[in-house]
């Protein structure tokens, strides 16, 4: 919700302040940073000190700051203030997926992983509500109230009744009584007396770990091909995203669309997406992620093709290119999804967090670049915008076959 919601207060604020929309650049640049600078911290805290506590300090700190964002009256605090609340952002997200993918059983992991992300375009449709209610009769500030307000409030939910990752407690020995406390509490009683090791990981994994803390072990071993190849796919993935959420309005104009037609392909871009996530993540649970992940990516540059024939022909009807990109939409969002879930399966439960959270930032400079490249493309044909799309999709393509260490399509039995 915090994510998107600035976007919806721009029109407003500019009215009240006199400004150009295009004045609001820098702020919308300023949270992406943030939120890139996020991830990493709120990685390496989460790895640190814990999924729990790096969690709900993140999400404190960008309610504080959605909060603050209610009282500015010129663009250089609002930037500061939006840039905080990207790090906040960033930092819930990793600790997030992590959190949910270290409470959930092995063969169920993908799907719920996807589902907890699924989240995010949901909390921007609840955005969305909330704007359209408050900004017809209140100011800008109002709604920047209510949506700090809010997460202000799960943040003190979260500290009264979010438990700490069992798998989190289990590398550390001080932590027993608290770990079967929890085992207690789901219905896995143990005695006092009995240690706690990690199955899923060997003791040559844990000594590589242990010998390069930090960052530096999610290169540990033969894990660095991995790494590069996941971060590859974030980087790209999000790239062809963020070129849909901020440029393809515009594409779409410039294909003599309507406002309202392109607003409606946006539209249908992100519902193809949720719908394509649910679906896919659950086939990842019972298959495995090499083969779904790798159609998606395949649908994505197909789709992207069809589209960028069909502008260059210019002979499609509207309702026919609006359904191609729901199409895309659907592809490219079930690969960017289910992404998450295959990174938390690669690493080991003393670097989860961190590997997550590094491929996240990696996958936010795509999100950077986007709006430079978006940018150059409009001066362009509208069909090599789809040409782009169909290009980056190929590279994640090429970065998912790069992968050695697929979710399994054993992972239902283990």
């Not at 309507?258 to 871009?269: D, H, N």
């Not at 994505?300 to 022909?313: K, P, R, Y």
Request: charged content about 10%; overall charge positive; proline content about 4%.
């Amino acid at each position: 919700m915090d994510i998107q919601i600035v976007g919806y207060a721009i029109p407003a604020i500019a009215k009240d302040w006199g400004l150009a929309k295009s004045s609001f650049a820098s702020v919308l640049a300023a949270g992406l940073f943030g939120v890139t600078l996020g991830s990493a911290i709120g990685g390496l805290l989460g790895d640190r000190i814990g999924r729990r506590p790096a969690l709900i300090l993140s999400v404190f700190f960008f309610a504080a700051n959605t909060l603050g964002m209610s009282l500015p009256h010129s663009l250089l605090p609002l930037l500061l203030l939006r840039f905080c609340a990207g790090v906040g952002i960033g930092g819930v997200l990793p600790n997030a997926a992590t959190l949910t993918s270290e409470y959930t059983p092995l063969n169920r992991r993908p799907f719920a992983t996807t589902l907890t992300i699924i989240c995010i375009p949901v909390g921007g449709m609840v955005a969305g509500i909330i704007a359209s209610s408050l900004l017809g009769e209140h100011s800008w500030r109002v709604l920047f109230l209510v949506t700090g307000l809010l997460p202000m409030l799960l943040a003190c939910f979260l500290l009264a009744a979010l438990p700490e990752s069992p798998r989190f407690l289990a590398k550390t020995k001080k932590n027993a009584a608290q770990l079967a406390a929890i085992l207690k509490s789901i219905g896995r009683p143990v005695d006092d007396s009995l240690g706690f090791m990690l199955p899923e990981e060997t003791l040559e994994e844990t000594r590589a770990v242990e010998a390069m803390p930090g960052p530096r072990a999610l290169f540990a071993g033969l894990q660095g091909r991995d790494t590069l190849a996941l971060w590859g796919a974030f980087f790209f993935c999000l790239l062809t995203v963020y070129l849909a959420f901020n440029w393809l309005p515009s594409i779409l104009l410039a294909c003599h669309l309507t406002g309202r037609e392109a607003s409606e392909g946006l539209t249908l871009y992100n519902f193809g997406g949720i719908v394509g996530a649910v679906a896919v993540g659950w086939w990842i649970s019972l298959r495995g992620s090499r083969l779904p992940m790798s159609l998606s990516a395949g649908f994505a540059i197909v789709s992207a093709c069809l589209l960028a024939w069909l502008v260059f022909a210019g002979s499609a009807t509207h309702p026919t290119l609006l359904a191609v990109v729901g199409i895309h939409g659907l592809a490219v969002n079930a690969v960017q999804t289910t992404l998450y879930s295959l990174a938390t399966h690669l690493y080991a439960t003393r670097i989860r967090a961190t590997g997550v959270a590094f491929a996240l930032a990696i996958g936010r400079t795509g999100a950077i670049v986007s709006a430079y490249l978006g940018a150059s493309l409009l001066a362009l044909h509208a069909a090599n915008y789809f040409i782009v799309l169909a290009v980056t999709m190929c590279l994640v393509l090429i970065s998912i076959q790069l992968i050695r260490n697929h979710i399994s399509d054993s992972a239902g039995v283990q």
